[in-house]
């Protein structure tokens, strides 16, 4: 049985800029089921982290979401005040935060800011708070918990910072998590360490995640389907497994020549011509004609519209490719 | 803890060593006293007998460790002009100044954090940018020529403030202070105002500063999407760290406050140590300018050692070794 829990419709946040109007998101939807991890890939700029702070309403001035739907629980979260989002934040979606050196007040202790979440959203006293810390604490796999509560982040390692944000994004038992490249700061044995641990705690409590990250070697072990962006707009959408090994966008299948450890047979590691475009001057038609192998006329010319190829998957692309590396 | 103090303490004693040097070098410099002392028609012999009761006929390094012999035992002499000991002169003027600076300091504080921070949270809005060029008239207009203003416009042309004196004052932990009666407080008003304008508006904008920089930080974004209340967000979150490069700062302000609180004593007749040290430079009263230096020295050194700590015990990345 799978139940809805997040459905982002027709998404539009723009950026209201000296120099023009930057759309970091341009009309992206998606569904997210209940317990599912889905992952949002794409290279720097794509707009994952916009995306990612749409949901929470943290886009601050010059950026305003422009029009779509955020469904949570059935609520379009678009029409909600302030208050209300700031009852939402923190205890049925909390967010993690790339980079763990910048993401925990210096000022404050570990407690203070797992406990502070407690504080805001629950009845428990401070006895109960102090308790509740320390089982986070322990749950996300700090050693000594409770001699650490007085810690300082300054105290904390990177990685035991992330789990200590972990730990306060889990404090409240929040419905959804999103998680804006948790792991992107750390080196690669703590990587792996923490995306296990979030893993499994996310699917102890059947909480759902949205892992925004750049990294597709990430995605696939971690997440149940994924989304690609490219210039605030979806690529392609689908079940990891059929990502991988059947990208049917150009980009994706770009994206996935790029990480070394996925295509092995080949010797040489490709890599995606150009860059990502100007913002300002997005293309005419396809924003990655520019920079795609197989691009032609129409595509210069005509936009394309996102379809469902088979069950589940679905592409923006005028000439999709059916296996991996060939044309239709 | 107590290493970091008493290494401190030393260097508190060394920096007045210098300070004492400097002093009493400066003051040789300056006039003779003797001829401010003694009556316009006095011989040769009485001048000469007046230079010699006063010491001053010693070599200057004599004369130096002569005076800071004395200063170690708390003498710093008698004045000239009162022919009492100086240093009970300032103390006795003591409390007058500390009432003084101490309700401008609170005033400066009172209206320019929140002021700071509303206008370093929200610097787009209209009032904040109303805020900043107020500010910046506080910074620039000269100070004296602000407090005549305040005497011109409130204690002239409406009659509605006292333009000098103290007011009724009562006695408080043996000091005489006059905030507590209600003449008294409505003596200090113009001049706590004109003393805490300039320091106000430079706090309020180091305030704001700050304000701007640490709302971008990620753990302000990470406070919000924890749900945290505007408020705590505001005036914990970000203030907090908001003010750690500003204590420092204001602890220079609180020694710029007393040592501006002379020209403000001076123009709304407060009879407190900084009217009494202009006095005594208008009369050459050279013991009284001493005592008063070293006393504000002292006061300085003391304010920057609390800062210190207050610093210290603020951000708990600062080990004290
Ligand atoms: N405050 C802002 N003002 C103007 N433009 C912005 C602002 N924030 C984001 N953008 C623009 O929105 C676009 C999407 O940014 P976003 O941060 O979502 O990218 P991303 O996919 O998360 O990239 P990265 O991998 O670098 O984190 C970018 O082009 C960026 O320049
Ligand atoms: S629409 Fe054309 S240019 Fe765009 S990705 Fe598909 S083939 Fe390439
Ligand atoms: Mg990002």
């Known amino acids: 049985m799978v139940e809805k829990l997040l459905e982002v419709k027709d998404l539009k946040t723009y950026f209201h800029t000296f120099k023009g109007i930057v759309k970091a998101v341009d009309g992206v939807s998606f569904k997210l ?15 994952k982290s916009v995306t990612g702070f749409s949901i929470l309403k943290l886009i601050d001035d010059p950026g305003k979401i422009e029009n779509g739907e955020i469904l949570f629980n059935g609520e379009n979260l678009v029409n909600k005040s302030e208050k209300e989002m700031k009852k939402i934040r923190g205890s049925k979606i909390s967010m993690i935060f790339q980079d763990p050196m910048t993401s925990l007040n210096p000022l404050y202790t570990i407690q203070q800011q797992i406990g502070e979440v407690l504080k805001i959203h629950t009845n428990m006293n401070a006895e ?36 200590a944000i972990i730990a306060a994004a889990l404090a409240a038992e929040p419905e959804l998590i999103i998680a804006d490249e948790p792991t992107t700061a ?44 490219y210039c605030g707009q979806v690529m392609e959408t689908g079940k990891i497994d059929d990502l991988i090994h059947q990208p049917i966008h150009p980009y994706t299948y770009g994206l996935l020549n790029s990480i070394p450890r996925l295509n092995d047979q080949k010797k040489r590691l490709s890599q995606i011509e150009g860059m990502v475009p100007n913002m300002f001057e997005l293309p005419k038609g396809c924003n990655y004609a520019p ?20 069950e589940g998957h679905r592409v923006s692309c005028h000439y999709p490719l059916s296996r991996e590396g060939s044309h239709e | 803890m107590f290493k970091y103090i008493t290494k401190r ?66 003498d710093f002499g008698k004045s000239y002009v009162f022919k009492q000991s100086a240093i009970k002169l300032i103390i006795e003027r003591m409390p007058a100044t500390l009432e003084l600076v101490f309700v401008s300091v609170l005033l400066s504080i009172i209206v320019a954090i929140p002021l700071g921070v509303f206008a370093g949270a929200f610097p787009n809005k209209r009032s904040s940018k109303t ?9 620039s207009l000269p100070n004296f020529w602000v407090g005549m203003m305040l005497i011109f416009v409130f204690a002239v042309h409406f009659r509605v403030m006292p333009s000098s004196g103290r007011g009724e004052v009562v006695n408080f932990l043996g000091m005489r202070i006059s905030i507590f009666t209600a003449d008294g407080f409505k003596h200090i008003i113009l001049p706590a105002v004109m003393l805490s304008i300039q320091s106000l508006a430079i706090l309020l904008r180091l305030t704001r500063a700050g304000m701007m920089e640490v709302m971008k930080q990620d753990y302000i974004k990470f406070a919000r999407s924890k749900g945290v209340l505007q408020n705590s967000l505001l005036f914990q979150h970000a203030l907090k760290n908001a003010l750690i490069p500003v204590i ?61 700590i207050v610093y210290t015990s603020i951000d708990p990345r600062i080990d004290l070794r």
Not at chain 2, 52 to 66: A, H, S
Request: net charge positive; hydrophobic share 45%; proline share 4%.
């Open chain 2, 248 to 308: 420092t700062v204001f602890g220079i302000q609180i020694g710029k406050i007393i040592a501006f609180a002379t020209v403000t004593e001076t123009i709304f007749s407060w009879p407190g140590m900084g009217k009494l040290l202009i006095d005594s430079i208008n009369r050459s009263d050279r013991p009284v300018m001493v005592a008063y230096l070293m006393i504000v020295a002292f006061i300085f050194v003391l304010l920057n050692f609390i800062v210190d």
């Open chain 1, 186 to 229: 750390l080196d690669v044995t703590i990587q792996a360490q923490i995306l296990r641990l979030m893993k499994k705690l996310v699917k102890e409590k059947n909480t759902s995640l949205l892992l925004i990250t750049h990294d597709l070697a990430v995605v696939a072990e971690m997440v149940d389907r994924a989304i690609v962006l």
């Open chain 1, 33 to 47: 089921n209940k317990g599912e991890i889905l992952g949002i890939v794409g290279e720097s700029g794509g707009g």
């Open chain 2, 131 to 139: 805020i900043m060029l107020g500010s910046l008239l506080g910074i």
């Open chain 1, 291 to 310: 920079r795609c192998d197989y691009c032609q006329e129409r595509c210069l010319k005509e936009e394309p519209k996102i379809r469902e190829i088979y």
């Open chain 1, 128 to 163: 109960q708070r102090k308790q509740r810390c320390i089982n986070l604490l322990d749950d996300v796999g700090i050693p000594q918990p409770e001699a650490r509560l007085k810690s300082y982040p300054h105290q904390f390692s990177g990685g035991m910072r992330q789990r």
């Open chain 2, 9 to 74: 303490l030393y260097q508190m004693i060394l920096v007045l060593f210098v300070v004492s040097i400097i002093v009493f070098f400066v003051m040789s410099f300056t006039g003779d006293p003797v001829l401010m002392m003694v009556t316009p028609d006095a011989t040769q012999a009485q001048i000469d007998r007046a230079r010699t009761e006063l010491g001053l006929d010693k070599p200057l390094i004599t004369q130096y460790f002569i005076f800071v012999k004395n200063i170690l035992r708390g």
